[in-house]
Every structure is written in structure tokens, then in C-alpha cells.
């Protein structure tokens, strides 16, 4: 039953994920259109649900039930992510594919060790976000956080697992390849989440 409900808030995470895609996919301006991902990060840590790329920033900090919910939340995000596809598919918004399409390609076109570190340096954008969030004293402080972690991976171009499944869903570009480039990229993700915090927990102690 515990599963279950992780499987579910990982699912709406993957869909606030998702949503951020749309707004993003839908704005001429790559700035503008990073700085209203965030509502994807913002929803998610504002309303708890399981993201694989902030839980995994804190494996390291918890049991190894903790640790074997990890794929749980991954395929929840999947669903997640793939769900706000469909719902957009059946709107007139369906023209953003054809952006999702264009992402996609460049990630199918891309190397696995590119895909790898632009993957590891997304989750130390989300780890500072996710972080800060989590930990800093000022209210304001909580949500710029937030703000600059999403606007940071996106603008520097990093990989984000659970956006990139959105990207595939929306394109309808599933493949071997694309499957084979989602699971580097959460490699990435995750040697990246947890780099930081092994590294300050080394530091402080």
C-alpha cells in the first residue's frame, strides 16, 4: 500500500514535470520559458509528491527502503510525464510536438558520455534547488531557490530525465535509442544528485 501511494505522488510529480514542459515548449523565449518551468520543481516540493530527481539527492541520508523506492518513483514519474502528453495530444496546443520533436533529436543525435554529464550537471542545479529549498531560513529564499535552480539546468542546456520523458511522450519518439539515452541521462542524474551531498557530508564531519 505504501508503494502504491509513492507510485501515485510520483505520478503526479512526473505530470507537474509534464506541465512545466508545456509552458516551456509553448514560449518563444528560452528564458522566459525556463524561469515558468519552475512551476514544475515548485509543485512538486510545494505539495510533496516523489520526484526521482530530488529524491535520489538523499539516498544517501535514508534506509534501503528509501533506496528501493527509487525505481518506483522513476516509473511513476514516467507515467507521470506521459499522461500530461496525452492530455495536451488532444488539444489544439498538439503543435508543440513538433518543439518536443526537435529536443528529442538533439538527444538522439547526441553521445551517451554527453548525455551523462549534461545529466550530472542537471542534478546538481536540482540538488541546489531541491536543497534550498528544503533548508534556507527566509521564505523568499525557499522559492528563488527554486527559481534559479530550474532556470540554471535549462539555460546551460543539462538533461533532466523526467523532462526528456515528457520531450519523448510529446513527440512520440520512443525508441531504443531514446529509451537507451533516458536511462544515461538518469544515471547522470543520479551520480549528480548525490555528488554534492556525499561531498558536504565529508566536509562536515
Known sequence: ?????????????????????????????????????????????????????????????????????????????????????????????????????????????DSLVSLFFLGLLCNIFIYIAVEGYKNNPHEAGKYLSLFFGVMGFILCGTEHCVADMFYFWMAGAWSIQAILRILVITLGNSVGGILLPLCRKYINH
Open 1 to 109: 500500500m505504501k508503494l502504491l501511494k509513492v507510485f501515485l505522488s510520483a505520478v503526479l510529480a512526473g505530470l507537474s514535470i509534464g506541465l512545466g514542459g508545456v509552458a516551456f515548449l509553448s514560449l518563444e523565449s528560452k528564458v522566459i520559458g525556463a524561469a515558468v518551468f519552475t512551476v514544475g520543481l515548485f509543485t512538486v516540493c510545494t505539495m510533496g509528491f516523489h520526484l526521482y530527481t530530488g529524491k535520489v539527492c538523499y539516498a544517501f541520508d535514508n534506509d534501503a527502503a528509501y533506496a528501493k523506492s527509487l525505481p518506483v518513483i522513476w516509473l511513476g514519474n514516467l507515467c507521470g510525464a506521459g499522461l500530461t502528453a496525452f492530455f495536451v495530444r488532444m488539444t489544439r496546443n498538439a503543435a508543440i510536438a513538433e518543439k518536443a520533436m526537435a529536443l528529442c533529436s538533439a538527444k538522439l543525435d
